[in-house]
T-cell receptor, first 114, second 111 residues
Framework: GAVVSQHPSRVICKSGTSVKIECRSLDFQATTMFWYRQFPKQSLMLMATSNEGSKATYEQGVEKDKFLINHASLTLSTLTVTSAHPEDSSFYIC??????????FGPGTRLTVL | QKEVEQNSGPLSVPEGAIASLNCTYSDRGSQSFFWYRQYSGKSPELIMSIYSNGDKEDGRFTAQLNKASQYVSLLIRDSQPSDSATYLCAVRNQAGTALIFGKGTTLSVSS
């Protein structure tokens, strides 16, 4: 299957700081990437759909000014958590769409906000 | 409200048995269906996709889809301890581009 990488895999930051997470498609071009968040023992919750060259589409309840998404190239999307707080601590996972349907996931980034 | 429902489990089966995982979805217009496996602390990995009514087999895995009943299942034959994980059902509806996930079923295979 297609390979999607994420960086960093784990980050610990202080409350009030901003954290950037990168998602890359390594062996294919992805016009559409997705960002999910997963709390312990919960399912993946879609945060936003990231489209190359255009603004991201956010799901209801997700603050677009807090979770900044940039998809500047066909292989890179970034998620910036601005002014992070402890309640933002979670497992953030990106995925990239291949073809019309199939999504491949990155390994995830575990964010801990102290 | 578009929903994907799964029994959270845990589903416990002995090694070598068949594990049966079930999923129902609410959007009758859904077009594509996926099963992902997620180990603790890891991201999901795709096991199978299915688009048409009936069965689709891939090795020890068989996906079954019944659109009339809005039901999709995953059978794992000859279950192994390494199959112990959370299995996520995902559905793409007619209008959406993203996948909607169920909460997952935790499978435990004992040796």
């Amino acid at each position: 299957g297609a390979v999607v990488s994420q960086h960093p895999s784990r980050v610990i930051c202080k409350s009030g700081t901003s954290v950037k997470i990168e998602c890359r498609s390594l062996d294919f071009q992805a016009t559409t990437m997705f960002w999910y968040r997963q709390f312990p023992k919960q399912s993946l919750m879609l945060m936003a759909t990231s489209n190359e060259g255009s603004k991201a589409t956010y799901e209801q309840g997700v603050e677009k000014d807090k979770f900044l998404i940039n998809h500047a190239s066909l292989t890179l999307s970034t998620l910036t958590v601005t002014s992070a707080h402890p309640e933002d601590s979670s497992f953030y996972i990106c995925s990239a769409r291949v073809g019309t349907d199939t999504q491949y996931f990155g390994p995830g980034t575990r964010l801990t906000v102290l | 409200q578009k929903e994907v429902e799964q029994n959270s489990g845990p589903l416990s089966v002995p090694e070598g048995a068949i594990a049966s995982l079930n999923c129902t979805y609410s959007d009758r217009g859904s077009q594509s269906f996926f099963w992902y496996r997620q180990y603790s602390g890891k991201s999901p990995e795709l096991i199978m996709s299915i688009y048409s009514n009936g069965d689709k087999e891939d090795g020890r895995f068989t996906a079954q889809l019944n659109k009339a009943s809005q039901y999709v299942s995953l059978l794992i034959r000859d279950s192994q301890p390494s199959d112990s994980a959370t299995y996520l059902c995902a559905v793409r509806n007619q209008a959406g581009t993203a996948l909607i996930f169920g909460k997952g079923t935790t499978l435990s295979v004992s040796s």
